[in-house]
């Protein structure tokens, strides 16, 4: 079942669309998890990139989702919903950067980024709470991204040889 609140976005608009992760954030349980489960396909979905065109998709998907953010939060009256999962999308993308190939490193990466996600260590739980508004949903995502694709980075190079 929809949670009420969520029933308040428009579904003709494009940006709500991309603010639930194309309906992924609309799961009744786990929806940052459901969001995240949604951006593994997209990222296998991507034509092989070089890392500077794939860093330029993640910075305009960054800053076009503060604004995909912004009119999901205003149209459902609630700061920072669990259904709103672009900035899930957009972390684990820059999970995924420079990341080697094959599904366990999506698998890693997935764990990892939900792992900073959740947790929220600092400066990511303070992005979390003194921001509000699309940059504020979208910066502790960025940053959890940020933080994943390090740790991804040295397991890859130092720790794992899958």
């Given at each position: ?104 490193w999506w698998v890693i990466g997935f764990l990892l980024f939900r792992l900073f996600d959740i947790v929220k260590p600092w400066p990511i739980r303070w992005f979390d ?34």
């Open positions: 079942m929809i949670k009420p609140e969520l029933r308040r976005l428009s579904w003709r608009n494009p940006l709500h669309w991309l603010a639930t992760g194309f309906g992924s954030g609309l799961s009744p349980w786990a929806p940052g998890t459901m969001g995240t489960l949604m951006a593994i396909p997209l990222y296998l979905l991507l034509p092989p990139l070089s890392w500077p065109y794939y860093l330029l998709l993640l910075f305009v998907g960054a800053v076009a989702g503060i604004w995909i953010c912004e009119s999901a939060t205003r149209a459902i009256g609630v700061e920072d919903h669990g259904g709103i999962v672009w900035d899930e999308i957009i972390g684990y993308g820059i999970t995924m950067l420079l990341a080697p190939p094959g599904w366990p709470q003194h921001l509000s508004g699309g940059l504020g949903i979208m910066l502790d995502d960025v940053v959890a991204g940020i933080f994943a694709c390090l740790c991804l980075q040295f397991l890859a190079h130092f720790v794992l040889s899958l």
